[in-house]
């Protein structure tokens, strides 16, 4: 009985509300101090945000490269697909082939890059002095005194050993510039191939997130805009190979040696937007000059009226056969591109003007004359 009391006692206890206060007014919204707090506070947030993003836009970089490569490989595998493989061999088909590339790229390139530096390290004395004998050159030298002073720094490090320090110093340089670009590179590599393996599903996967009535004409609208961007990149690489073609005959009629070399150098800094050529003009005049000054500078001009007949008439008409686009337009995409984001922005500019020509043609041109 005693124990039945208290465990009436208790369930009584418990079933009685405690009693905390009563609630006080509502906080009062257009209060300065609440908006400051709630100012302060967003201010803080997108901050940090901001900060997060900035100490992660190089992975960032490296993961819209990867689908923006994705999206380009794609019609191939489309191609692949419509000659009766699946998609898993049809990747991995176009992914051999990339890799392959790769393969023999360094397999050509590396060896004659090595032993033409080095020869160019060995004839810098020479070359130096062979410019002195000619009269611009010469007539500058007088007033400016630069090949005086190229003659005076190159003789100071390789007589005191400080030429010992400096390469040491160059090679840890270069290591780790290597061992950088190389994970950056293996990254896009394998982040392409599952972008590529993958893409399918996720595009039905953005696409569910939209009203069923609207999914087949946004599909349809996606499936413009990846072949637009399939198109780009084919057509870089049709630019790209005529560039490393051109390349390869003028080394040939210059006496340059590695021709094949040179010629697959230029292909791939041709794919690079804006500064490949750039990249591409230095190293193939670096190795014009181990040859003589005047092959030199034949290489260098050769090189840069190449370059005009390109941006100017090769690549407006095959952007324009492609993928439907004004020359200038290209032009016009690919500056403000690198100017609002660099590298990638120039890399991803023309294919986004591109998608937005399909979607003016397709949604706002149509709504327009309807109206």
């Not at 997108?46 to 490989?73: C, D, E, N, P, Y």
């Not at 003659?151 to 030429?163: D, F, P, R």
């Not at 190979?241 to 080394?251: D, H, M, N, S, V």
Request: glycine share 8%.
């Amino acid at each position: 009985m005693a124990f039945e009391r208290i465990k009436r006692k208790r369930e009584v206890k418990a079933a009685t509300p405690i009693d905390y206060g009563t609630p006080g007014d509502p906080i009062n919204h257009s209060h300065p101090f609440y908006f400051g707090f709630l100012a302060a506070l967003g201010a803080v947030l997108a901050v940090t945000m901001l900060r997060a993003l900035a100490s992660a836009s190089q992975i960032f970089i490296l993961i819209i490269i990867s689908l923006f490569l994705a999206m380009g490989l794609n019609p191939i595998v489309e191609a692949f697909r419509r000659r009766g493989l699946s998609r898993n061999l049809a990747v991995t088909a176009v992914f051999a082939a990339v890799m392959a590339f790769v393969g023999v790229f360094v397999w050509l390139v590396i060896p004659p890059v090595i032993s033409q530096g080095t020869s160019l390290i060995e004839r810098a004395p020479s070359l130096l002095t062979e410019l002195n004998h000619n009269k611009v050159i010469a007539d500058l030298n007088s007033h400016y005194g630069v090949i005086d002073q190229l003659q005076a720094k190159l003789k100071s490090v390789s007589s005191n050993g400080t030429l010992l320090i400096t390469a040491f110093g160059g090679v840890v340089g270069v290591g780790k510039s290597v061992i950088s670009g190389t994970f950056a590179g293996l990254t896009i590599l394998i982040l392409t191939l599952y972008f590529l393996a993958s893409l399918p599903q996720v595009i039905e996967l953005g696409i569910r997130t939209l009203p069923a009535t609207r999914r087949p004409r946004v599909r349809k609208l996606t499936e413009g805009i990846i072949a637009r961007i399939g198109a780009y990149i084919g057509s870089q690489i049709t630019v790209a190979f005529i560039a490393g073609t051109f390349i390869f005959f003028y080394a040939i009629v210059l006496g340059i040696p590695s021709p094949i070399a040179l010629g697959m150098l230029v292909l791939v800094c041709g794919l690079v937007p804006l500064v490949g050529h750039f990249l591409g003009s230095i190293l193939f005049t670096i190795v014009a000059l181990t040859q003589s000054v005047s092959t030199g500078i034949a290489a260098f001009v050769g090189y840069v009226l190449y370059v005009q007949i390109e941006n100017y008439i090769i690549t407006p008409r095959i952007m324009r056969r492609s993928l439907s686009m004004p020359g200038l337009v290209t032009i016009i995409a690919a500056m403000l591109g690198a100017s609002l984001l660099g590298l990638v922005g120039a890399l991803l500019a023309v294919p986004l003007a591109a998608a937005a020509i399909l979607i003016l043609d397709e949604v706002v041109f149509p709504r327009a004359d309807n109206s």
